[in-house]
Each structure stands twice: as structure tokens, then as C-alpha cells.
């Protein structure tokens, strides 16, 4: 830590550390009678609170900004319904060419049921792509808001882009 920024901002009445190592030493000159401690204290304070607006707020308040934005979640649902609706498209011409491998022949009743049972398997896909982003987006900003971080490696093990 460097003393000097310290001493300067704080005035005269705080010493460097080498002469707080001596006997004798005081951090507070007795010539500031009962108040001269609250006063250094106020000033520490206030220059820790300088010190913390001028270094970190800015990213504060980025970070509230991303939390509070919903244009990336509309995105990124946007492309896990994509995903999911591709999965199941491909889902469902996997079992159309098996069938035809085997020579199985659908007849329009039982074509029927498969449409229904796919379309309803590509619905509960899209609507968990949905939700599952959304609680992801909810569990990594909260994770924000209590100081948690993670690496976006980390993010991908846990399925939580």
C-alpha cells in the first residue's frame, strides 16, 4: 500500500508506517485533543469512499446494466428454441429413415398420431428452451448481485450459457 497517497490526502497527521514502528509513535497528533480520532477516521473514510467510486462503481453499474438488460435473454431464446426445434426436426427424420430401413409404411392414421407426437415433443422442447434460459439468466444474475462469479467455462459445464 502506498502511504504516501494517504498521507497527502489525509493531511499531516497520520505518519508512515516506519514511524507507527516506534515506540512512542502516535498515529494522531495528541495536539487535535479529543477529536483529532474522529477527524482521521472521517478522513480514511472518506477517502476509502473516493477510492471505491473512483475504481469500482463504473463496473457496477455496467453489471446493473446487463442484468437489467432483456435484449440478451431475447436473443439467447431465441436461438434455444432454434436449437431445440433442430434437434427434434432431426429426431424426427432419424425415425422416418429408420422406419423406411426396415420397410415399415405408416398408414394415414398412424401418421397422424406420429405428427401429433412429435408436435407435441417439439412444443415441451420449446417451452423448456424457453424456461430453462430464462432461470439460467435469473440464477447467473443473481449469482451477480451476491458478488458469485464464474467463468464462462464454468457456465458452459452447468448448461447455463
Known amino acids: 500500500m502506498n502511504n504516501s497517497f494517504y498521507s497527502q490526502s489525509l493531511g499531516s ?15 494522531v497528533s495528541p495536539s487535535f485533543g479529543k477529536t483529532g480520532a474522529s477527524e ?29 438488460n432483456d435484449q440478451l ?18 429426431a424426427r427424420r432419424d425415425a422416418v429413415n429408420r422406419m423406411r430401413s426396415y420397410g415399415v409404411q405408416l398408414s394415414p392414421s398412424q401418421n397422424l398420431k406420429f405428427n401429433k407426437r412429435f408436435n407435441l415433443q417439439k412444443s415441451l422442447g420449446e417451452i423448456d428452451a424457453k424456461n430453462f434460459t430464462r432461470l439460467a439468466k435469473s440464477e447467473r ?21
Open 40 to 68: 482521521t477516521y472521517s478522513k480514511i473514510s472518506r477517502a476509502m469512499w473516493q477510492d471505491y467510486l473512483d475504481r469500482f462503481s463504473m463496473y457496477e453499474d455496467q453489471l446493473r446494466d446487463q442484468i437489467n
Open 73 to 90: 435473454l431475447s436473443d439467447q431464446v431465441a436461438r434455444n428454441v432454434a436449437y431445440s426445434n433442430q434437434a427434434n426436426d432431426t
Open 13 to 27: 497527521n497520520i505518519g508512515a508506517t516506519s514511524n507507527l514502528a516506534r515506540p512512542g509513535a502516535y498515529l
Open 141 to 161: 444474475d443473481m449469482g451477480a448481485l451476491i458478488g458469485q462469479a464464474q467463468s464462462s467455462g464454468a457456465l458452459r459445464e452447468n448448461g447455463n450459457v
